[in-house]
């Protein structure tokens, strides 16, 4: 199908990038949840809960500086692909991943309280996901394309199972609060970051049935809710606060709720 067909957006910039629409869009999306989450954390005391809201806020944070370059222009370069011609390939999302995924996977495997160990493999193969994704995106055989694909695919599929798995039965020992609401993220990660490989595969980067208006569209939604929809669930829980096991819960954990 010709890769044009399936095109959306509006050429914002003038320079020729209906996908500009989307780019810019999600920008506004990115900075409006870093500030609000911002806002929402100013006046939080609970030591736990200022962690949560530093990674949190990071995360749409780092991804509206990769939107605004990718509008921009910045971080789009083009491949030559054996039989299928000049690609634009927007470079700059992995290296926004490559920093975003392991702090989502940071508040999760904070909730769930695992050790190092298992932060680190978790983060190690994530990040192994997102850099065999590049080198996917930027090889130049439809082959290679593919086989890098399938690489990413495998190592995110160790990182879910993972979370439905080892992090879940370690959130199991936590309070009802912090286990309904790692199970919630768990679900909106499950469901979220499997649509990544998908859309990549049908959009520009692999088989082309998707252009790059629609696929720009649809990983914009994909990010704002990975990253903006996550920290909204998150920050407004009370699962954020100290142990409220603990001995004597303090006048001042309940301050740090709004
Ligand atoms: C905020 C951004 C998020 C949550 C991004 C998640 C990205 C992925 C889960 C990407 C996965 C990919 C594959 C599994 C294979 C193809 C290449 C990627 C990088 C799109």
Redesign the pocket.
């Known amino acids: 199908m010709d890769p044009t067909v399936l095109q959306a957006g509006f050429d914002v910039l003038g320079d020729g990038r209906p996908e500009t629409l989307w780019l810019g869009i999600g920008t506004i999306f990115m900075l409006i949840g870093t500030f609000y989450f911002l806002i929402q954390g100013w006046g939080v005391t609970d030591k736990e809960a200022r962690e949560y809201y530093a990674i949190t806020i990071l995360?749409p944070g780092i991804?509206s500086a990769a939107y605004l370059s990718m509008f921009f222009g910045v971080g789009l370069t083009e491949v030559e692909v054996v039989g299928r011609g000049t690609l634009e390939i927007y470079y700059a999302?992995?290296a926004?991943?490559l920093f975003?995924?392991p702090l989502?996977l940071l508040d999760l495997a904070l909730l769930a309280k695992v050790d190092r160990v298992s932060i680190g493999t978790l983060i190690g193969v994530d990040a192994l996901?997102?850099v065999?994704?590049?080198i996917?995106?930027l090889s130049k055989t439809m082959l290679a394309r593919y086989t890098?694909?399938l690489f990413?695919?495998i190592?995110?599929i160790v990182?879910l199972y993972f979370l439905a798995t080892s992090l879940r039965s370690a959130a199991k020992q936590r309070s009802a609060e912090v286990q309904s609401t790692f199970n919630t993220l768990t679900v909106l990660?499950l469901v979220?970051?499997?649509a990544?490989?998908i859309?990549?595969?049908i959009g520009t980067?692999g088989a082309g049935v998707v252009g790059l208006g629609i696929e720009t569209l649809l990983f914009m939604v994909?990010?704002v809710s990975?990253?903006v929809g996550?920290g909204f669930i998150l920050l407004r829980s009370r699962a954020i606060l100290g142990d409220t096991e603990a001995p004597e819960p303090s006048a001042g954990e309940a301050s740090a709720a709004d």
């Open positions: 995360v991804a999302r992995y926004d991943w975003t995924t989502l996901m997102i065999t994704g590049l996917g995106a890098w694909w990413s695919t190592a995110m990182v990660t979220l970051w499997t990544y490989p859309l990549w595969i980067e994909l990010d990975a990253k996550f």
